[in-house]
């Protein structure tokens, strides 16, 4: 009786395992079939994701060329450098950033939303060339630039009738106008908007397709996790091989993403793409983040640093105990200059100011556009404030002698200066005393500098 007992168990033992291990193999081939299919439908998903990318820096790029041709066009107009002209026929006829765009979009989307939108912006933006050229065979003319030197796109233009015998003044004028005017705005302003279409169309495309693809992944994800466990049961080895090569995987780099850090290339191959994936993506967004901080903390007009960024360095500069030299800048009668010419010109004499303040201080100064036309220079890491001095004075007259040999479309103007130096950090007074030398400068015809040591002694 008891051996029968014990024969019995073994045989009911036997079948157990036996069903176990059908059941192992029945488990094994749907978890292979759900890994199969979310292979697929990730590299779906990563295609779209590729094609997506691609698509719109295509588009992106198309943008950039036509505003890029546009501004070339504007500022030979203005300031007749025919380095402009060259700049403009390099990207027409050699850069062909439109022209790619438009390869890229037909390649994956044939005559579908972005498809049409893409060729209509690149018909308006072909309008927008003829503009240009037209302009700028009056502008070449009105200057009298070779024909040899000339572009045969210009060189083959008709002037008009009524444009033939307008003076070399009424030529340029007659180009700006063509460039600035309503018309040319309008087109401009169609192709922006055939791009925004672009844009909303392969974002709206691409949203649903990772919709779809990120629901089949899911689901089949749940599925697996779900006959895993059942494997668990079944084999500890292979429980204890899924654990090691997916589930630990997977919560390291959960850790990763809450930790605001990046995934660990670490795990099974589908764990990996993920990880590749969310890698590109978190490198993507921390440029992204980085070239906030910079707009953050830089002034779009003139890419100097900020008043924002300007309290963070003065909070800096307090703490340390080493001289420091504060140059505070104001553009002699800016006022003028604004209502004489117009805002837009007034932009580029501060620019004008702003390139050549880097060009005159080190690059481990800190130079300020605190607001309006006023600027400051902190220096530091110097030998002495009279080698200092000296060295300031050349400077301003550098920099005053560089705004008097401005090009043309700048209106000539000068700077002012006062200059304080502290032994030990930055601190309020510092502030104080170079706007006192400044309107030192101010009261004694401008154009020149001031020191608040020299003023005091």
């Excluded at 390869?103 to 049409?116: L, R």
């Excluded at 994800?221 to 997977?250: D, G, H, K, N, T």
């Excluded at 400044?438 to 154009?447: E, T």
Aim: aromatic letters at 10%; glycine letters at 4%.
């Amino acid at each position: 009786m008891e051996s029968r007992k014990k024969r019995v168990e073994g045989i009911q033992i036997q079948h157990f395992y036996a069903s176990l291990m059908i059941l192992g193999c029945l488990l094994t081939v749907f978890i292979f079939e759900s890994t199969f299919k979310i292979k697929k439908n990730y590299e779906k998903l990563l295609y779209e994701v590729n094609d997506f990318s691609d698509c719109t820096r295509a588009v992106s790029d198309f943008q950039t060329a036509c505003n890029y041709l546009t501004q070339q066009a504007q500022f030979f107009s203005l300031s007749c450098n025919p380095t402009y002209i060259g700049n403009y026929f390099y990207e027409l006829n050699d850069a062909s950033k439109r022209e790619v765009a438009l390869q890229i979009i037909e390649m994956s989307h044939v005559k579908d939303a972005p498809y049409n939108s893409i060729h209509m912006a690149y018909k308006e933006s072909c309008k927008l060339v003829e503009k240009d050229i037209y302009a700028m065979r009056l502008v070449s003319d009105a200057i009298n630039m070779p024909s040899s030197e000339l572009p045969e796109e210009i060189t083959s233009i008709v002037l008009k009738e009524e444009h033939k015998n307008l003076s070399n003044e009424e030529k340029i004028k007659t180009a700006q106008n063509l460039l600035f005017s309503q018309e040319y705005n309008d087109i401009t302003r169609r192709v922006a908007e055939h791009i925004v279409v672009i844009f909303s169309s392969l974002t709206g495309s691409h949203v649903q397709t990772n919709a779809t693809a990120n629901r089949i992944i899911i689901r089949h994800f749940v599925l697996q996790i779900f006959m895993e466990i059942i494997m668990f049961v079944v084999c500890i080895l292979l429980y204890s091989l899924l654990v090691w090569f997916v589930l630990i995987p997977l919560q390291k780099n959960y850790s990763a993403i809450t930790k605001n850090r990046k995934m660990e290339l670490i795990g099974a191959r589908e764990v990996l793409h993920i990880a590749k994936a969310y890698n590109g993506l978190y490198e993507k967004n921390h440029i992204t983040t980085q070239v906030l901080k910079h707009k953050a903390e830089h002034d779009n007009l003139t890419g100097l640093i900020n008043r924002n960024a300007f309290d963070k360095i003065k909070e800096l500069l307090s703490s340390i105990e080493e001289p420091i030299a504060y140059v505070i800048f104001d553009i002699d009668f800016f006022k003028n200059v604004n209502d004489e010419y117009g805002h837009p010109t007034g932009d580029m004499v501060l620019k004008k100011v702003a390139e050549i303040l880097k060009e005159q201080f080190r690059s481990n100064d800190y130079i300020i556009r605190t607001g309006g036309d006023e600027f400051v220079v902190i220096m530091t890491k110097f030998n002495s404030i009279a080698a200092l001095t000296d060295r300031i004075k050349e400077k301003i007259e550098n920099i005053n002698g560089l705004l008097r040999t401005s090009p043309g479309g700048i209106p000539v103007v000068s700077v002012s200066a006062g200059v304080a130096f502290s032994q030990k950090g930055y601190s309020d007074s510092l502030e104080n005393e170079a706007d006192v030398a400044l309107y030192n400068v101010k009261g004694n015809n401008r154009c020149g500098v001031a020191f608040y040591n020299e003023i005091t002694e």
